[in-house]
């Protein structure tokens, strides 16, 4: 290219560009042709690439800026996007955490509901093996108790076809005997006293040697009506009995108390108590071979000379009450055992020490060898109600067969004490002073400590002939304030009840020892002025005393029951065979001849037989009445063969089997013979 060219070109490119730029053209010119030399065309190149780099980079850098705002931009939007999806993420995570925790705790809660039901299965697999036991055993006892329904039904046959059989031979026998009595002419006593009495083995009290005549005799609530005996039912009793009896001579014998599990004997008299307190029992159930192995026992094994302290009320009324019964039952049985009556007046000789006190009431605790008394600390040096009022029949009926009237007046002092202090409403408080004779608490109960005093008030007054009217009197005061202040009805249920009283204030509890009231009521009744109100009473409570079996589990009794919002409920929950109940069933059967109170005793005989029945021998008490089966003690007591079982077994006899016009019964359930009400008052 040549100079010109490329001065002209660079001249129309830098200069001539409009008129802003002329002066700077003209400038140029007016240096002449210099301005397109070599140099300057170099110049002007280089002027244009650094003009050409330096719009080149400003494009550039306004093109980076510009990318850079859009990175910017972009950046700002990728962060925003980020946030978001950070966000949506950790929310996406949280809600993640908590759908895990939510199964973690399902799975829990899964393995606890599996661990649950594994259990439950095998609970339920352990009943359903127990029920199938259960089953089997109910099988097993069922079977059992069909058994023994035969062999009861095989002795109810036989004991039928006996006793048809004893009739006949009695009617024949009596045929014989009057036709003797008429060639002879002399009385029917006379010769039964001559010949020995009875040899046959009849329930005793058919043929009472010295019987009261009919103008003597006690009045009685149901005389006008004539009760036959159940023999079926009777014979299942004395099964009963003489299982008890046999289990006590093969594990116990000699000693108090037959401990039926262990297979043992027990001691806490010393005095071979089930021997002594079964005597009558074996008696009116007509075993006079058994009768007379305890007589020879008593002749010769029983000793009181080193058996220390004991219970003066209890030795009383089981040992003296009970030989003195032996005695009398020996006179009709065969003969007249005086070894028995020898035993009575050394037992009785050495209770009699106990009277030795200030006031004339006895000691509670007497040592019989060296005849030293004592009352117990608990009581404050008092003696107890029930223990020195409740021994004055055994020490009459010791006067009567010994002749020697002392017994009977240091007994009959005690009520003659009692008299003097007797309260105005007849309710005789449980503590006396063995000192003074003067009461010492305000508790009055017809309960445990109280009960017997009350009743021996119309007991001993028909035993020793109607004679005392104090006696009565006493009696009367005292009936009419139980009427008054102890006799209740419960506003839940309607079960008439006896209450207790202290201080003035009812306490709404009865034991099963005050059933005993229903049976005193019925024996008061015909002298009383109310009649039919005692009757009325006697058949409340006999049928609470029911009621206290009928309630429990079990179908036995507690000891005690109490009264409140609730209507009955069990206070002290054993039972130990207590006989009060079925002793109030008895007397109301012979006053009224209803059959309700048979049922009531065959209700109560079928509980004990089902579940106190040992089978190797003997009956034990329950710890718990309200369960089924019941929890189970270890002893037999002496009064369930003496007392319990005896009363069973006459609320199924006939009334000629003891007949109450001419025994009355101790508080151990021993029938003593009703004296005269003329001539000496000694009885035949």
């Known amino acids: 290219v040549s100079q010109g060219c490329l001065c002209g070109v660079l001249e129309s490119l830098l200069f001539e560009r409009g008129g802003g730029r002329m002066r700077t053209a003209k400038a140029i010119g007016k240096k002449g042709s210099g301005l397109c030399s070599r140099t300057s065309i170099i110049l002007y190149i280089l002027i244009l690439v650094l003009v050409y780099i330096v719009a080149t980079m400003s494009l550039a850098a306004s093109s980076a800026k510009k990318r850079i705002a859009i990175l910017e931009k972009e950046k700002l939007e990728l962060a925003a996007a980020h946030d978001e999806d950070h966000q949506a993420h950790s929310e996406d995570h949280k809600a993640l955490s908590v759908e895990q925790k939510k199964r973690e705790a399902d799975k829990v809660f899964l393995a606890s509901q599996s661990e649950q039901l594994a259990a439950d299965l095998e609970v339920k697999t352990k009943a359903l093996k127990t029920a199938k036991s259960a089953q089997d055993k109910l099988k097993e006892q069922l079977d059992i108790t069909k058994q023994k329904a035969e062999e009861l039904k095989k002795l109810a046959k036989e004991a039928v076809e006996k006793a048809k059989a004893d009739e006949k031979a009695k009617a024949d026998e009596k045929a014989k005997t009057e036709k003797k009595e008429a060639a002879d002419a002399k009385p029917a006593d006379k010769k039964e006293d001559k010949e020995g009495g009875r040899r046959d083995k009849e329930p005793s009290g058919t043929k009472i040697k010295g019987a009261l005549p009919e103008g003597d005799k006690p009045l009685l609530m149901g005389s006008d009506k004539k009760g036959e005996a159940d023999l079926e039912r009777q014979a299942a009793v004395k099964a009963m009995f003489m299982h008890s009896w046999d289990g006590y001579k093969k594990f116990a014998w000699g000693t108090d108390e037959l401990m039926p599990r262990t297979r043992a004997g027990h001691n806490w008299l010393n005095q071979g108590g089930s021997i002594v307190d079964s005597m009558s029992t074996l008696a009116v159930m007509g075993e006079v071979e058994e009768f007379k192995k305890n007589a020879e026992w008593v002749k010769a094994q029983l000793h009181f000379e080193a058996k220390g302290d004991v219970s003066f009320f209890e030795t009383t009324i089981r040992v003296l009450g009970g030989l003195l019964s032996a005695y009398e039952f020996s006179c009709d049985l065969y003969a007249c055992d005086e070894g028995l009556l020898t035993k009575a007046k050394d037992i009785g000789d050495r209770l009699l020490k106990a009277f030795n006190t200030p006031s004339g009431l006895p000691y509670a605790s007497i040592n019989l060898a060296s005849g030293h008394g004592s009352t117990p600390g608990w009581t404050g040096g008092a003696a107890i109600l029930a223990e020195v009022a409740t021994v004055q029949m055994e020490f009459s009926a010791l006067s009567k067969h010994t002749g020697d009237p002392h017994y009977e007046e240091v007994a009959m002092k005690c009520f003659r004490t009692l008299e003097k202090n007797h309260p105005a409403n007849g309710l005789m408080p449980l503590y006396v002073s063995v000192q003074t004779g003067a009461y010492t608490s305000n508790h009055v109960s017809l309960g445990a400590m109280g009960d017997s005093a009350f009743e021996y008030l119309i007991k001993t007054w028909i035993l020793r002939g109607r004679r005392e009217q104090w006696l009565k009197d006493m009696y009367d005061k005292s009936v009419d304030g139980i009427q008054k202040h102890l006799v209740k009805t419960a506003q839940i249920d309607g079960h008439v009840y006896v209450a207790e009283n202290k201080g003035g204030s009812p306490i709404h509890k009865m034991d099963h020892l005050a059933c005993f009231v229903a049976g005193m009521f019925v024996i008061g009744a015909p002298y009383s002025n109310d009649p039919t109100g005692h009757l009325t009473s006697a058949t409340g409570v006999a049928e609470t005393c029911f009621q206290m079996y009928h309630k429990q589990a079990s179908g036995l009794s507690p000891e005690n029951v109490e009264f409140g919002g609730g209507g009955m409920r069990a206070g002290a929950v054993y039972n130990i065979q207590r006989p009060?109940?079925?002793?109030?069933?008895?007397?109301?059967?012979?006053?009224?001849?209803?059959?309700?109170?048979?049922?009531?005793?065959?209700?109560?005989?079928?509980?004990?037989?089902?579940?106190?029945?040992v089978e190797s021998g003997g009956y034990v008490g329950v710890r718990d009445v309200r369960v089924a089966p019941p929890p189970l003690d270890d002893t037999q007591q002496t009064f369930w063969l003496a007392e319990t079982l005896k009363y069973l077994y006459l609320l199924f006899s006939d009334d000629d089997t003891i007949p109450l016009d001419q025994y009355v019964f101790n508080t151990e359930a021993h029938p003593l013979k009703i004296w005269s009400s003329v001539g000496d008052g000694k009885g035949g």
């Open 580 to 613: 009060e109940a079925v002793e109030a069933w008895f007397y109301m059967w012979r006053a009224t001849k209803d059959p309700i109170w048979r049922d009531h005793g065959w209700a109560m005989y079928q509980a004990f037989e089902k579940h106190c029945k």
